[in-house]
């Protein structure tokens, strides 16, 4: 809007300026969730923007119609429908995404079908060298070559991870697996050191861990479409998993919930008590304070990566993604980025309950699907072992994950899409004050 009237200041008309506009702005919208637009009632617009409807060469009305959305009922204004109005390029982060953007926005083109909505997609990716493991890095310059995180997007590069010898790649992954064991036994030493833990609260937050137990991991933001507790749906079924004297499991929970989520704080304290309950065994553990620093000691360290999101409203999952470059497995929802990276062999996905409004029945059906991928896939692959104590099929799937998805979910291939598709067509009507 300010763009707008700059131009309208420099003598432009309206009609011209707000076209001159939307044809050089790029709008990217990040989630399908309610929560994650902002609506601001129509007192607060008042009080902030008039006098400025005027600069604008618009009345009041015209003015809050560009934040109008059929829910609204003319009491809101909805600044991703602002934002769609005023940018001739938008995306959604993941294909899956830009479909459901497509029909969550159809309504500001009335009369066009869905898929003719100009509402388009460019998938996530992630900055390899921020996320790969010190030890990984290394490893990939020596099979990969020196230059492979500038390379990060060539598929033809990515076959060679077929070359590096099974032992290595198992060697480098048990000590990441270990770094996230110290880190974490770490953080309780000084928690308690520093009178922040109880006793029985340092066997809770994870010192009890074993480095050799199969590991998943589930660290993100405590929103409740993410379902963080629905591995906990069937406590019986789960205590078996974890606690399998040969074949043992172990959870590791990290995130927080947006303060005034209080639905999403319960699933925390949920979570919390879950692994107060001496019972599990200290086979679960919730993280506090979860950060970058943190988030990288996880999606490096853990074995699996676990998103259970309710199926449409992940737009990307983008952690997954993290896991994936380090050698993690990904065990998703097939939703968001997983939907397009998941290729029936790089991992595993759980199926959602499509066309069933009935959230029982969704998350019973895919906490079904969760748990008989652990139990029939996931455990007895990690530990089906070799004479050497490698486990072979699982470095398969490892490898498998690394050849297809590292090259694909990796920013530059997202950067290059931005320019091509979104950035340079807006370029080429950047009005040249700028
Ligand atoms: C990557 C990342 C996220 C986003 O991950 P999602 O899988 O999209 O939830 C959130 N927080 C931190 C600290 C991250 O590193």
């Not at 050799?212 to 069937?234: H, N, P, Q, S, V």
Request: overall charge neutral.
């Amino acid at each position: 809007m300010e763009r707008i009237r700059e131009l309208i200041q420099k003598g432009s008309t309206h009609a011209d300026a707000c076209e001159t506009i939307r044809q050089s702005t790029v709008f990217t919208t990040h989630t399908p969730v309610p929560a994650g637009h902002d609506v601001f009632p129509h007192h607060l617009m008042d009080r902030y923007f008039a006098g400025y409807w005027e600069q604008l060469g618009l009345s009041r009305e015209d003015f809050l119609r560009l934040g109008d959305t059929p829910e609204s009922q003319g009491q809101g204004f909805n600044m991703t429908a602002l934002a769609i109005r005023l940018a001739a390029h938008v995306n959604g982060v993941s294909r899956e995404h830009g479909q459901v953007s497509r029909e969550m926005w159809r309504h500001l083109w009335p009369g066009l079908p869905t898929e003719q909505v100009p509402i388009r997609s460019v998938t996530n990716g992630i900055h390899a060298p921020t996320w790969i493991a010190p030890e990984l890095n290394q490893l990939y310059g020596k099979y990969l070559g020196p230059a492979w995180a500038e390379r990060c997007d060539d598929t033809t590069m990515w076959q060679r991870v077929l070359d590096i010898p099974d032992q290595e790649l198992w060697a480098v992954r048990q000590t990441m697996k270990r770094k996230l064991m110290s880190f974490i036994r770490e953080r309780a030493r000084s928690g308690w050191m520093q009178g922040q833990l109880q006793a029985s609260q340092v066997l809770t937050r994870g010192t009890l861990l074993d480095p050799e137990a199969l590991t998943i991991g589930f660290a993100r933001r405590f929103a409740t479409y993410k379902r963080a507790t629905l591995l906990f749906r069937d406590l019986d079924r789960l205590k078996r998993l974890l606690h399998n004297q040969w074949r043992p499991v172990q959870l590791i929970f990290a995130g927080k919930a947006h303060p005034a989520d209080e639905p999403g704080r319960f699933f925390i304290h949920e979570v919390l008590s879950f692994c107060d309950d001496h019972k599990l065994g200290g086979h679960v553990a919730f993280l506090e304070n979860y950060d970058m620093h943190m988030a990288k000691f996880l999606v490096q360290g853990v074995d699996i990566w676990l998103n259970t999101p309710r199926f449409p409203l992940e737009a990307s999952g983008t952690s997954g993604q993290k896991a994936a470059l380090n050698g993690v497995i990904n065990l998703s929802v097939l939703d968001g980025w997983w939907k397009e990276g998941y290729n029936g062999a790089n991992g595993w996905g759980i199926e959602p309950l499509i066309g069933n409004s009935d959230i029982q029945a969704q998350d019973e059906h895919d906490a079904q699907q969760l748990y008989r991928l652990l139990e029939q896939e996931a455990v007895q692959l990690y530990y089906q072992r070799d004479l050497d104590g490698i486990p072979r099929g699982w470095l398969q799937l490892m490898k498998e994950n690394l050849r297809t998805n590292a090259p694909r979910f990796c920013t530059k291939r997202m950067v290059k899409e931005y320019v091509d598709n979104l950035y340079a067509p807006a370029m080429v009507r950047t009005p040249s004050i700028w």
